[in-house]
């Protein structure tokens, strides 16, 4: 499907190259999460009418209440709107159902959603969604040349397919010093927004530093650690004074790790 294939400009000035997703997946994404939904729509009903107006009144509305009611359909309504918004913004613009799936939702310059954006896109579901059965939003997405529904055209985002990694082969020098010094992504805990702070530049940074880390005479390594550190450190909350020179490297390899699974990708 090479019509569907998309050339993205990041503002670092490199190209990336994604494959758009089209109607047949992202179908797929949404009946998924929506059939999560509806069963959560009806625990949290079922436990409504059962705490607060009794087991009968489940089935023969005896008792009925507006308030609790209410205060179900409001909570439905959060529920239903901010599951989008806060999975497509914490967890790398990809619900469940998204993941499922194997796409993400991210901004049109290549980077991670913003809370601005899951914000507006998932806003305008609301419009998608007209007149019914969510009819303007699958008219879009099929004739537009980048299935963009409208909430993606005002929120400046596009839903693409996940990139591979890369295939596996002999492992490299880095590779093995960082397996022999016992370092993983677990080295190094990292919120989802504080990997979203990074860019491509920085982790151009952290890949060209780890792959040079091992060539390099002692006294320049130790030079190029603490520069390296410096500009990224503050990022991650961290400052490499006081630390040992052993103790940054091998923060800055864990922080390799966190960047190269969202960075180093093919197609």
């Known amino acids: 499907m090479d019509q569907d294939q998309i050339d993205i400009k990041t503002p670092e000035y490199v190209s990336i190259q994604f494959q758009a997703a089209g109607l047949g997946s992202r179908a797929s994404a949404f009946i998924i999460d929506q059939l999560l939904l509806i069963l959560i729509n009806s625990l949290i009903l079922i436990i409504t009418f059962f705490v607060f107006m009794g087991g009968p009144g489940l089935f023969f509305f005896e008792n009925v209440t507006t308030g609790p009611l209410a205060i179900a359909i409001i909570l439905i309504f959060v529920l239903n709107w901010g599951y989008f918004f806060a999975f497509e913004y914490f967890n790398g613009g990809r619900t469940i159902g998204k993941k499922l799936a194997g796409i993400r939702v991210i901004q049109e310059n290549g980077h991670s959603i913003t809370i601005l954006s899951s914000f507006i896109r998932n806003l305008l579901r609301i419009i998608d969604s007209l007149p019914t059965g969510y009819l303007v939003g699958i008219l879009m997405i099929f004739f537009h040349s980048?299935?963009?529904?409208?909430?993606?055209?005002?929120?400046?985002?596009?839903?693409?397919?996940?990139?591979?990694?890369?295939?596996?082969g002999k492992k490299s020098a880095i590779e093995k010093e960082i397996e022999l010094r016992g370092i993983s992504k677990e080295?190094?805990?990292?919120?989802?927004?504080?990997?979203?702070?990074?860019v491509l530049k920085d982790w151009k940074l952290i890949n060209t530093y780890s792959n040079r880390l091992l060539q390099l005479p002692a006294f320049e390594r130790k030079q190029l650690t603490v520069k390296v550190a410096n500009i990224l450190f503050p990022k991650i909350g961290l400052d490499a004074k006081g630390r040992s020179e052993a103790d940054v490297e091998n923060t800055l390899l864990a922080l390799y790790l966190h960047l190269r699974d969202e960075w180093e990708f093919e197609l």
């Open 187 to 198: 080295s190094l805990m990292l919120e989802e927004w504080i990997l979203k702070s990074f």
């Open 146 to 168: 980048k299935h963009k529904r409208i909430g993606d055209l005002v929120a400046g985002t596009i839903v693409v397919h996940e990139r591979k990694e890369k295939k596996k």
